[in-house]
């Protein structure tokens, strides 16, 4: 697999112009979550009159067309990552030249790509008690209101995908409402978990969008 991955790195050296290409992927920046939108903007490295955009997965050397015949002045495309797209840490995104194919421009760096947290219910002896939370506006900015359809809720807390902990707050069992100042957070992809007094925990994911 290694040897695999080195061969695909070399070849997307030589066939590729410089520029730049964003998501640019990295150590430091959020995985992207599957089946969640994703800008991807480019320079004006390529001048051709149209580009197709491209997902590479560097894991298993397999190209994903995200789209054609995209106007090169642009700069920019919205697209939704597929909700069935494998998990991986080595996935770049490709501007080619629609004139001539083998010019391409990458995105600097790997972007990893995860599957969203399901929502689960679990309580050790009594069957799972069927409530959910409402969260909005969605995507968020700088406010973000959570709302769930039985008391029992005695911490709240938002981790990012890494599962870091960003917010948290202890609130009071009767309380089935809060507004959260989500100014701090950057952009990206979170999950809201709820801590009940039964022991159960119930997570909901949302989007913080700039």
């Known amino acids: 697999m290694k040897t695999i991955l080195l061969i695909s790195i070399i070849a997307l050296m030589f066939n590729s112009a410089h520029g730049h290409v964003w998501p640019s992927g990295g150590a430091t920046e959020q995985p992207l979550i599957a089946g969640t939108p994703v800008t991807i903007t480019w320079d004006d490295a390529i001048s051709s009159q149209h580009v197709r955009l491209e997902l590479w997965d560097g894991e298993r050397a397999v190209r994903t067309q995200i789209a054609t015949h995209i106007r090169s002045v642009e700069r920019r495309y919205e697209w939704t990552i597929p ?42 002896s009594e069957p799972p008690v069927k409530f ?79």
């Open 132 to 210: 959910a939370i409402a969260l909005e506006p969605q995507p968020a900015t700088d406010r973000l209101r959570a709302t769930w359809s039985v008391d029992g809720a005695t911490q709240l807390e938002i981790r990012d995908v890494a599962g870091q902990l960003h917010w948290d707050q202890i609130t009071h069992p009767q309380t089935s409402t809060i507004e959260i100042d989500t100014q701090r957070l950057p952009s990206g992809a979170y999950t809201l978990l709820l801590h009940r007094q039964d022991g159960q925990t119930v997570m909901q994911t949302f989007m913080i969008k700039r």
């Open 83 to 124: 909700a069935d797209l494998p998990s991986g840490n080595h996935y770049r995104f490709v501007v080619r030249d629609e004139s001539r194919p083998s010019i391409a421009v990458y995105s600097h760096g790997f972007a990893s790509i995860v599957r969203a947290h399901p929502i689960t219910s679990t309580v050790a």
